[in-house]
């Protein structure tokens, strides 16, 4: 199946869970940047070195180096016909670089799905995921810069991709399976 897919939503918001279920759903990769940066630290890659203090404080990698991944990534033969990003893009040059490497490839996104939650309940359950996964990221102070971030570079791609007509909201709040399965109705009119 093409579905070409954005996922959007604080940290917290259960992205990674929800990405991994639309994806098997859908039948496309899902692509997860914090992850590929996940997997490369544990590594030790020449990458994971690069990226490894600024993933463990919050911040963001630098664009060149994200966009080039994503490019990479995207180019592989699994994700031709379809992906569902996850954790990109997460600012305004982000979105732009990921048009241009669509249109390079006279592709464009079907969708940008925002996964919106309180934020009182983002910071419980990423309190509670550093207990269970002990992410390097997941300590209070880190998740309060975390949030800052997503609030002043990432929360501002909704609009953008409202404005074009392409963003879909979804409760994130409630039982795994039940925001599933809002995800897959909001996505149901651009499946082909
Ligand atoms: P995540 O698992 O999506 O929360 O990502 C974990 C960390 O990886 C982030 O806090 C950033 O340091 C880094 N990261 C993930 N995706 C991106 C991106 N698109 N641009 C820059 N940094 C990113």
Redesign the pocket.
């Known amino acids: 199946m093409s579905a070409r897919l954005v996922l959007l939503g604080p940290?917290g918001a259960g992205?990674?869970t929800q990405a991994a279920r639309l994806a098997e759903a859908l039948g496309v990769p899902a692509v997860?940047?914090?992850?590929i940066?996940?997997a490369n630290v544990k590594d030790g890659t020449e990458l994971g070195r690069r990226?490894q203090d600024?993933?463990a404080s919050?911040?963001?990698?630098p664009?060149e180096l994200?966009n080039e991944l994503v490019r990479d990534r995207l180019a592989q033969d699994d994700a031709v016909d379809g992906f569902l990003l996850?954790?990109?893009?997460?600012?305004v040059a982000?979105v732009a670089a990921l048009d241009e490497m669509l249109a390079a490839a006279g592709r464009e996104l079907d969708l940008a799905v925002e996964l919106t939650v309180d934020p009182q309940v983002v910071v419980e359950r990423l309190t509670k995921r550093a207990q269970v996964e002990g992410r390097a990221?997941d300590t209070v102070e880190v998740i309060r810069h975390?949030l800052d971030?997503y609030a002043e570079q990432t929360a501002p791609i909704s609009q953008v991709y409202a404005d074009r007509g392409l963003l879909a909201q979804v409760d994130g709040l409630g039982e795994v399976d039940d925001v599933t399965t809002r995800l897959l109705a909001a996505v149901a009119p651009v499946r082909s």
Do not use: A, C, E, W
């Open positions: 940290p992205k990674g997860s940047t914090g992850d940066f996940r990226v600024v993933t919050g911040r963001l990698v664009d994200t996850d954790g990109y893009p997460r600012n982000q990221d975390r971030v």
